[in-house]
T-cell receptor, first 115, second 114 residues
Framework: GAGVSQSPSNKVTEKGKDVELRCDPISGHTALYWYRQSLGQGLEFLIYFQGNSAPDKSGLPSDRFSAERTGGSVSTLTIQRTQQEDSAVYLC?????????????FGSGTRLTVV | AQSVSQHNHHVILSEAASLELGCNYSYGGTVNLFWYVQYPGQHLQLLLKYFSGDPLVKGIKGFEAEFIKSKFSFNLRKPSVQWSDTAEYFCAVIRGGGADGLTFGKGTHLIIQP
């Protein structure tokens, strides 16, 4: 597609429920990234995919967070047993791989609110 | 690990004032530097980037940034701001080769008063 598409744009969930966030990167972009944006915390790196593999999972905050990417395209970020501190905007970005020097193109994000 | 520091978390200016937002990074090797902007309700957009060559780079909407290697800095400037420049500004760094991905600063919230 023309840009990075994320869905849903907003998600309100009850504490303890699982959520899935979806990212559809720009066609042909082999690298895909998930970031979390919290008020006053800037952008926190979560995970990076090159193709379908994730060489860098260091940013996932806990084992409740997982992500996968299939077909070198769509990625899903799953948060299990959500907690209130998971409330944030989750941003996805993609870039031409593998060296990522051109910078990233970001989606509009999913605003997650855990109540 | 590399880090990016943005010293001003909130900046309030009047229209036509000059702007300089500070950005320092910690990595001593080759770096590629970026400024991203996020307008209210919109997604992050690339404002400008530095890879090599002239350390003064020009971006969109009249913004420019200067890479000073000796100071590990990449400050963003604009001679005369407009109300429409109200946004969140993020400095970001990729180490040469891209091995560590893009590391962002915590952002500067810029408010321009008409």
């Amino acid at each position: 597609g023309a840009g990075v598409s994320q869905s849903p744009s907003n998600k309100v969930t009850e504490k303890g429920k699982d959520v899935e966030l979806r990212c559809d990167p720009i066609s042909g972009h082999t690298a895909l990234y998930w970031y979390r944006q919290s008020l006053g915390q800037g952008l926190e790196f979560l995970i990076y995919f090159q193709g379908n593999s994730a060489p860098d999972k260091s940013g996932l905050p806990s084992d409740r967070f997982s992500a996968e990417r299939t077909g070198g395209s769509v990625s899903t970020l799953t948060i299990q047993r959500t907690q209130q501190e998971d409330s944030a905007v989750y941003l996805c970005a993609s870039s031409l791989g593998p060296y990522r020097l051109e910078g990233y193109t970001f989606g509009s994000g999913t605003r997650l609110t855990v109540v | 690990a590399q880090s990016v520091s943005q010293h001003n978390h909130h900046v309030i200016l009047s229209e036509a004032a000059s702007l300089e937002l500070g950005c320092n990074y910690s990595y001593g090797g080759t770096v590629n530097l970026f400024w991203y902007v996020q307008y209210p309700g919109q997604h992050l957009q690339l404002l400008l980037k530095y890879f090599s060559g002239d350390p003064l780079v020009k971006g969109i909407k009249g913004f420019e940034a200067e890479f000073i290697k000796s100071k590990f800095s990449f400050n963003l400037r604009k001679p005369s701001v407009q109300w429409s420049d109200t946004a969140e500004y993020f400095c970001a760094v990729i180490r040469g080769g891209g091995a560590d991905g893009l590391t962002f600063g915590k952002g500067t919230h810029l408010i321009i008063q008409p």
